[in-house]
T-cell receptor
Framework: DGGITQSPKYLFRKEGQNVTLSCEQN?????MYWYRQDPGQGLRLIYY???????QKGDIAEGYSVSREKKESFPLTVTSAQKNPTAFYLC?????????????FGNGTRLTVT | AQSVTQLDSQVPVFEEAPVELRCNYS??????LFWYVQYPNQGLQLLLK??????LVESINGFEAEFNKSQTSFHLRKPSVHISDTAEYFC??????????????FGTGTRLTIIP
């Protein structure tokens, strides 16, 4: 079945360490997105990519970095500069800019930094 | 700029009772409206959307939402809920004139708990 795979499901890191979250899709979607979900705050866009080798900052990009070397993959690195990294991270993809093409989400990675 | 308000963070409902999850939006232009559902420990899935045409839209699992332009609302309803409806529900809005998924604004979510 086609879908989006995020790994790992749970991730624990010490403060000051960078950590990379994996996101892979086999839906042949051009666009990919990273969201952060915190209790009571809904989803906030971190970064997005409309095409390979190109990406843009979302609303809360500070302390994060991404790459898009392959269409299928859009890894997110949470750097030590992110002041409050503990959160649930969701990766999503979409076909094009049409509202008839909804976002498809992975099952998320829960990151805990202590 | 657009915004979405989901006033109810948690809604407990008895099984087989009706439910309404409220969503109000603010925008200076015409909008597209969406409801996404997040089951426990999963990502979000599109439940239904309003793009144009009939103001009442339905999902395959019995939910419906009505776009009310005068009240800037897009409330989600179901006449009889089931245990399997337990989830968090997110309302989202995007400007009609310059749509892109990256421009979606999500509400803070409403956690629906079904009581047996």
């Amino acid at each position: 079945d086609g879908g989006i795979t995020q790994s790992p499901k749970y991730l624990f890191r010490k403060e000051g360490q960078n950590v990379t979250l994996s996101c892979e899709q086999n839906l042949n979607h051009d666009a990919m997105y990273w969201y952060r979900q915190d209790p009571g705050q809904g989803l906030r866009l971190i970064y997005y990519s409309q095409i390979v080798n190109d990406f843009q900052k979302g609303d809360i990009a500070e302390g994060y970095s991404v790459s898009r070397e392959k269409k299928e993959s859009f890894p997110l690195t949470v750097t030590s500069a992110q002041k409050n990294p503990t959160a649930f991270y969701l990766c999503a993809s979409g076909t094009d800019r049409s509202p008839n093409s909804p976002l498809h989400f992975g099952n998320g990675t829960r990151l805990t930094v202590t | 700029a657009q915004s979405v308000t989901q006033l109810d963070s948690q809604v407990p409902v008895f099984e087989e009772a009706p439910v309404e999850l409220r969503c109000n939006y603010s925008s200076s232009v015409s909008v597209y409206l969406f409801w996404y559902v997040q089951y426990p420990n999963q990502g979000l899935q599109l439940l239904l959307k309003y793009l144009s045409g009939s103001t009442l839209v339905e999902s395959i699992n019995g939910f419906e939402a009505e776009f009310n332009k005068s009240q800037t609302s897009f409330h989600l309803r179901k006449p009889s809920v089931h245990i399997s409806d337990t989830a968090e529900y997110f309302c989202a809005v995007s400007d009609l004139s310059n749509f892109g998924n990256e421009k979606l604004t999500f509400g803070t979510g409403t956690r629906l708990t079904i009581i047996p």
